[in-house]
């Protein structure tokens, strides 16, 4: 019975470690777009790296409270946890992050070729899709920094 009373305290304790951490952390990072060179906010959609290392500390503080194999094992387990996260998140994260370059440099292309039927059709689809005002948002950010020039016949 007391195995189980140090299990939940311990369970407890991770997540209220695990909550404290978390309050307050809003950091948006920007990154370079290659196509406009501009800073442009990164889009992080994934376990950003301070929850990782919360879980890793929720672990490192509760490890000497449980008995010995128990300790070291949640111990481990944090690691890897922690680990994959981080791992998990950084991929993700760049992969987004050439997802929206690759955007931006389609943008900034079809804005220097000034085709307003082309313009049109994209304005259409996007806001079919329900996507028309993040559309028109990133065209502001990026045509800003892009000189138009006459289409080709």
């Given at each position: 019975?007391?195995?189980?009373?140090?299990?939940?305290l311990?369970a407890m304790?991770?997540?209220?470690?695990?909550?404290?951490?978390?309050?307050?952390?809003?950091?948006?990072?920007?990154?370079?777009?290659?196509?406009?060179?501009?800073?442009?906010?990164?889009?992080?959609?994934?376990?950003p790296?301070?929850?990782a290392?919360?879980?890793g500390?929720?672990?490192t503080?509760?490890?000497?409270?449980l008995p010995?194999p128990?300790?070291?094992?949640?111990?481990?387990?944090?690691?890897?946890?922690?680990?994959?996260a981080g791992?998990?998140a950084?991929y993700?994260?760049?992969?987004?992050?050439?997802?929206q370059?690759?955007l931006?440099?389609?943008?900034?292309g079809?804005?220097?070729?000034?085709?307003?039927?082309?313009?049109?059709?994209?304005?259409?689809?996007?806001?079919?899709?329900?996507?028309?005002?993040?559309?028109?948002?990133?065209?502001?950010?990026?045509?800003?920094s892009?000189t138009?020039?006459?289409?080709?016949?």
């Amino acid at each position: 019975m007391k195995f189980k009373s140090t299990i939940v305290l311990a369970a407890m304790l991770v997540v209220s470690v695990f909550m404290i951490g978390c309050a307050g952390q809003n950091v948006t990072p920007t990154h370079q777009d290659p196509g406009t060179g501009q800073m442009v906010p990164a889009v992080t959609n994934y376990v950003p790296n301070s929850i990782a290392n919360q879980i890793g500390q929720g672990t490192t503080v509760v490890a000497p409270f449980l008995p010995p194999p128990w300790g070291m094992i949640l111990s481990a387990i944090g690691v890897l946890v922690t680990t994959g996260a981080g791992a998990i998140a950084t991929y993700q994260n760049s992969k987004l992050r050439d997802h929206q370059t690759m955007l931006n440099s389609v943008i900034a292309g079809v804005e220097a070729g000034n085709n307003d039927a082309t313009k049109t059709a994209i304005s259409n689809i996007a806001a079919a899709t329900g996507l028309g005002a993040k559309l028109d948002s990133i065209v502001q950010k990026v045509s800003s920094s892009v000189t138009p020039t006459t289409p080709k016949s």
